[in-house]
T-cell receptor
Framework: DTGVSQDPRHKITKRGQNVTFRCDPI?????LYWYRQTLGQGPEFLTY????????KSRLLSDRFSAERPKGSFSTLEIQRTEQGDSAMYLC??????????????FGPGTRLTVL | AQSVTQLGSHVSVSEGALVLLRCNYSSSVPPYLFWYVQYPNQGLQLLLK??????LVKGINGFEAEFKKSETSFHLTKPSAHMSDAAEYFC???????????FGKGTTLSVSS
C-alpha cells in the first residue's frame, strides 16, 4: 500500500491556459474523490467516482472543469481556460466502499495550482 | 443538511498542556464524524473517526474525541501537547448521501516550548 499519489505537486500557469492533474488511488479502492482547498478553508467537495462512473458533481465544478477515471483506476482533473480564482490546492482521496457509510477517505498530498 | 463548525481558528498551547479543539455538528441523520490533521504542504491524515460504535473514540498520536449527542459536539483532545502536534486540524462529517465529506474551516494548533 503506497497511498494516494498526485502529480504534479505544484503547477504554475498563466490565465487562460489548460491544466491537467493526475491522481492514483490506493489500488483496491473503488471510490475516488476530488476536493479543492483554498487558503484558510477546509477542503470542498468537487466530484467523486465509483469505479469508472462519475456519480456526483458539486456546483463548484463549473463547465471548465472535467474529470475522468477511464478504467476505474487513476483519475485526471482538467481545468480549461484557467482563471486566477482557480488557484488552490486540489486534493484527491480514495476509499473502499463496501456498503458501509463509515469507510474513511485516504488523501493524497495534493496539487497546488497557481494561476498568474 | 449536514455541517460542522469549528470554534476557534487558532489555538495556542504550551508543550505538555492539554489540547482541546472544538467541533459542533449539525445533522439530520446519525452522523459519521472524522478528525483529520494537515501538516504544511501535505494532504490530510485521519486522526480518528466516530461511527456510532462507541462515544469515546481513540485515535493516533494520543488524540481522542468524545461524541456528545445532547451537545451536538465532537471535540478533539490530547492530554499533553507535543511540538510535533503543531498543524491544521479539520473536523468533517459525511453528507447525508454518504458520498462526500463536509469539512469545517479548520483550527491551527500552535505549540510553544
Amino acid at each position: 500500500d503506497t497511498g494516494v499519489s498526485q502529480d504534479p505537486r505544484h503547477k504554475i500557469t498563466k490565465r487562460g491556459q489548460n491544466v491537467t492533474f493526475r491522481c492514483d488511488p490506493i489500488s483496491e479502492h473503488n471510490r475516488l474523490y476530488w476536493y479543492r482547498q483554498t487558503l484558510g478553508q477546509g477542503p470542498e467537495f468537487l466530484t467523486y467516482f465509483q469505479n469508472e462512473a462519475q456519480l456526483e458533481k458539486s456546483r463548484l465544478l463549473s463547465d471548465r472543469f472535467s474529470a475522468e477515471r477511464p478504467k476505474g483506476s487513476f483519475s485526471t482533473l482538467e481545468i480549461q481556460r484557467t482563471e486566477q480564482g482557480d488557484s488552490a490546492m486540489y486534493l484527491c482521496a480514495s476509499s473502499l466502499r463496501q456498503g458501509r457509510l463509515d469507510n474513511e477517505q485516504f488523501f493524497g498530498p495534493g496539487t497546488r495550482l497557481t494561476v498568474l | 443538511a449536514q455541517s460542522v463548525t469549528q470554534l476557534g481558528s487558532h489555538v495556542s498551547v504550551s508543550e505538555g498542556a492539554l489540547v482541546l479543539l472544538r467541533c459542533n455538528y449539525s445533522s439530520s441523520v446519525p452522523p459519521y464524524l472524522f478528525w483529520y490533521v494537515q501538516y504544511p504542504n501535505q494532504g490530510l491524515q485521519l486522526l480518528l473517526k466516530y461511527t456510532s460504535a462507541a462515544t469515546l473514540v481513540k485515535g493516533i498520536n494520543g488524540f481522542e474525541a468524545e461524541f456528545k449527542k445532547s451537545e451536538t459536539s465532537f471535540h478533539l483532545t490530547k492530554p499533553s501537547a507535543h511540538m510535533s502536534d503543531a498543524a491544521e486540524y479539520f473536523c468533517a462529517v459525511y453528507n447525508q448521501a454518504g458520498t462526500a465529506l463536509i469539512f469545517g474551516k479548520g483550527t491551527t494548533l500552535s505549540v510553544s516550548s
